[in-house]
């Protein structure tokens, strides 16, 4: 399965269809929790919206399953919170809540109607939002003594910043210092094969797991 993607940051957006305004919410949540608790902020932003309908997707944790759910909230089943979720799983997103508010404009739309316009509600603010890529990094220590820290950081920020990894702060003990890196794990060999040039083979490195991160699109 390719990688998901998550929302930078959240985004409303406005789609009219035939005198009706849908306006479209997407959230980053991380709990179902955390998503009805959007979804009252709507209902008290918007009290006299004739709709407010909903589609969640929140990715598998360890100690929680995938959460797949959507709302018609009083449309005809089937003609909104589906078609919701559908242009949301299409769009490879995850954690992310879609509300779509409507205000009936007079003119009805039938039911093709209405899922076209709810599908294109979530689509236009998925095509207008800042998107990341979460991914699986691979989790480098590279252990130096303090004399070594200062040149090991340049060295390491520098190789970081050229392959598109990313480095935390370099924390202290008492006899050595402990730079962290996120890698891509097919960068793996290549960071081992520098850290111990850079060190002239002082440095102890090892793998500490994995990490997931949201990354920029490129």
Do not use: N
Request: a negative charge; charged letters at 25%.
């Amino acid at each position: 399965m390719p990688d998901p993607l998550v929302l930078a940051a959240d985004i409303e957006t406005e789609l009219v269809e035939k005198r009706s305004r849908f306006l479209t919410r997407l959230h980053r949540v991380t709990s179902v929790e955390e998503a009805d608790e959007r979804i009252l902020a709507a209902r008290r932003d918007h009290p006299s919206a004739r709709h407010r309908c909903t589609a969640l997707v929140i990715g598998e944790t360890e100690t929680a399953a995938v959460v797949h759910r959507s709302s018609d909230d009083g449309e005809p089943s089937g003609t909104a919170g589906m078609p919701m979720l559908q242009a949301l799983l299409h769009a490879e997103l995850t954690d992310t809540l879609a509300i779509v508010i409507r205000y009936f404009g007079g003119v009805k739309l039938g039911a093709g109607g209405l899922v076209r316009a709810y599908t294109a509600g979530v689509e236009q603010a998925v095509a207008a939002a800042t998107l990341r890529r979460r991914i699986a990094l691979a989790v480098v220590r590279i252990e130096v003594g303090h004399a070594d820290a200062g040149a090991a950081e340049h060295a390491v920020r520098t190789w970081a910043e050229a392959h598109g990894a990313a480095m935390e702060p370099t924390t202290y003990g008492s006899r050595t210092a402990v730079l962290t890196v996120l890698v891509e794990p097919s960068l793996l060999e290549e960071l081992r094969a520098d850290a111990a040039r850079w060190s002239a083979g002082r440095a102890r490195i090892e793998e500490a797991g994995s990490r997931l991160t949201d990354v920029p699109l490129t």
